[in-house]
């Protein structure tokens, strides 16, 4: 599976991120190694100023160089490297495990709202967000909880289906004009930003195969759970063309990259070595993702 669409014109920085992640695949190459200094030079007015906002997909939990233990903030993660290799003159990165969109506003915990990072001269502002909204980690525990039951078959859909509706599918309707808002609130307060709406990548098998030893699931609960991770992203792709705002895609890219890949896995299983942050990117999955994110800003200037 390629990491990115073919028929994408790939500048230097682009290149220089795509062989990083790549990298750990292909002995000797030393591509990592070179990456900041060789994107550098790609450098781009639109990345001079770099605001990320975001959850733990974007903080990069469970990763090592932490910048911030209490928002399970990691250097590597795909902000960071974004902002290593274009050069970024001013980059502050506020994403925060366990963040809602309610979080953006508000305080969570000691931390200040995340939009306060923005300003008037802000050049570049992405943002990954909804999951927690949803319920992401109450979403897991009650699939593994109701596998236990019924592990051959959906339990855990027919639990979320007990009123007579989609319970998650309710919930990123609800969902969609919080996004709207924040939006239009980060586009208010830095109007000359482009503003990139980072969707999630790919957690579990397209084909909806099943892979109960490392992911605990029912069998029957692997196309549903699929299914809902691409309703949230298609909901996130929607409101980012409404509110001119761009949609990066890491889904169809990491297509054969999800927890039940093995050694080509992009996002951890759930049944992890501790210290790992089961369902998130890995280290090489936050460097696919700042690749897609650099494949779209370099778009902007060809």
Excluded at 17 to 25: D, E
Excluded at 86 to 103: E, H, L, P, W
Excluded at 231 to 247: D, E, H, K, P
Excluded at 279 to 287: I, M
Aim: net charge positive.
């Amino acid at each position: 599976m390629a990491l990115t669409p073919r028929s994408v014109r790939r500048t230097t920085a682009t290149a220089a991120l795509l062989a990083a992640s790549v990298s750990p695949l292909l002995p000797g190459t030393g591509a990592a190694a070179s990456t900041t200094s060789t994107a550098s030079v790609a450098g781009s007015a639109v990345t001079a100023r770099y605001v990320a906002l975001g959850d733990s997909y974007a903080s990069g939990a469970g990763l090592p160089e932490p910048t911030d233990p209490e928002c399970s903030r990691s250097g590597l993660n795909y902000p960071s490297v974004l902002a290593r290799s274009y050069g970024s003159r001013s980059f502050k990165d506020v994403t925060c495990g366990g963040a809602t969109t309610r979080d953006l506003w508000h305080r969570q915990g000691a931390k200040a709202p995340q939009l306060r990072a923005l300003s008037r001269n802000t050049t570049l502002v992405t943002v990954t967000m909804g999951g927690n909204d949803i319920g992401f980690s109450s979403i897991i525990g009650t699939c593994l909880s109701a596998a236990r039951s019924d592990p051959a078959g959906s339990p855990c859909q027919a639990q979320y289906a007990k009123s007579g509706h989609d319970e998650l599918a309710r919930r990123i309707r609800a969902l969609s004009p919080r996004i709207t808002a924040m939006l239009a609130d980060v586009r208010r307060r830095s109007p000359r930003a482009t503003v990139m709406l980072v969707g999630y990548p790919a957690l579990l098998p397209e084909s909806g195969a099943a892979c109960p030893s490392v992911v605990p699931f029912a069998k029957g609960d692997f196309p549903y759970l699929r299914d809902t991770v691409k309703r949230l992203n298609g909901m996130l792709r929607q409101q980012a063309r409404r509110s001119g705002a761009l949609y990066v895609d890491t889904y169809t890219p990491t297509i054969g990259h999800d927890m039940c890949a093995g050694d080509a896995r992009f996002v951890e299983p759930l049944v992890v070595p501790a210290g790992v942050a089961p369902a998130h990117p890995n280290q090489q999955g936050q460097r696919v993702m700042a690749s897609l994110v650099a494949e779209r800003i370099d778009r902007l200037r060809h």
